[in-house]
């Protein structure tokens, strides 16, 4: 089996600054390349900007901007964002590079081959903020504005000449892939979605406009941009290279191994990308996976609702480790959920500082203590002792499988759980009452701080910065992690020097009033 996988974010619009919806996108993304790589893999991992269309050019003739110069500004905000995430990207595309343009026009000009494009007017309802066009029954009237009833943004009607693509002929075959490949969509509820949506009849998709400027030029036919999504989607192939003959990252890469995206736009991932890539004779990514969106309150946090935690803000005050694991936990993936300061303070306080600081702290000081600052030796394990180990072991596959099908909440409830347990198994043998029984005492100290290497490696792709300071418990860096040995408790060496640590987590101090 191959050991390659290839994971997308959504390449976002840099019409206005990045917020904790993109970096929630990101961080979910990032925590599963980190987890393929310690399982062995090699990955490719690409995030970007969506640089072209109407909406960009209208924000920068808002801010009397041309609209290159206003998307280097913004698309290097978001790149900057990925080091302040600590995203372990291994790519980032803007869609106005070149290596891309030629891409689309590539693909363009294989969809005409086939057959596929033809020339003739488009009407109806375009919503310049989701790049969308809706039929007539996705809209509705809310204070005298005819707005989309999915995303509630305002629809223009238009009018204009436009290059169709014969999506309706596609439909047969999409529902043939969905049913042959029933993970294609995750989670199912959305896939669901998705089949109505097909099953009540494709119509063919204007892929290009001739009313404004600001995208890439339809091959032979210069009055003509082509629609964003088509450039947009396009990406996932030419950060791979694929005009190359013979490249080399198309190869190795493709079909990608899981486009993660919000829920908003499954329509364009979970249809028209596909149809795209079939009339094309692509192969089809595996997944794609649309997760649910933060909400502030009961709304989706966005710009234009006005209702946006800046997370560059939330970083300062709190760090980034504790909102990556609090945008892991809290927010049950697949759904929406809520951010709030005060259940960020929660998570820091119970979970990473009481619950794993805590068994870090309490461990590495006994064994300071009472193991002369060394690994001890073990003589036997117990039953209680094998018990606690084992469950990793036990899970191993278990683990694999469940990361396999994206399921973020299995993972973190199984760290909770063995957290919980190391800290009840650390409390229970009391190892301060062993000092008659030296084996006893070693016995479980070392299995409490094999509980920390397994708890921490699989920490790691989720609060990558910490657990390289708790690694310096056992002199080991982030290169020693690999998923494979949290099944084996004979990993830490009798004798290797225990060090101490600072403290991991701050408890924040509630005031209540
Ligand atoms: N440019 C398109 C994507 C093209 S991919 C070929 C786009 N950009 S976006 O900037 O508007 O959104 C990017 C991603 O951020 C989407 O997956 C969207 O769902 C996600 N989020 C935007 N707001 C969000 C929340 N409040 N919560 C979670 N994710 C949300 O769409």
Redesign the pocket.
Known sequence: MSKNFYIS?????P?ANP????A??SIIADFFARFKRIDGYDVCFLTGT?EHGLKIQRAAEKKGEDPQSFCNEISQTFRNLTEVLNLSNTDFIRTTEERHKKTVQYLWSQLEKNGDIYLSKYSGWYSVSD?AFYNTDEIEEKNGKKVSISSGSSVEWIEEESYFFKLSKWQDKLLKHYEENKDFILPKSRKNEVISFVKSGLKDLSISRRTFSWGIKVPNNSDHVIYV?LD??T??ISALNYVETNSKSYKKFWPASVHL?????LR??AVYWPAFLMAANIPLPLRVYG?????SGDE???KSKGNILDPLEIIKTYGLDPLRYYLIKEVSFGNDGNISKEKLENCINSDLANNFGNLCQRVTAFAQKNCSAKVPKIIKFNKEDLEMLNKFTNNLENIRNEIDKQNVNFYIDFIVNALFEANKYFNDQEPWKKKEDLDRLNTIVYTSLEMIRKISFMLYPIIPQTINKVLKIFNLDSNAISLESIASHDKLRSGEPINKIDILFKKIEKNND
């Open positions: 974010t959504p390449i976002y619009y019409s917020h904790m919806g993109h929630y996108s969506d790049e999504w947009a989607l990406n996932y995206i919000g829920k908003d736009i364009f991932h997760h649910g969106w933060i909400l989706k946090m966005s």
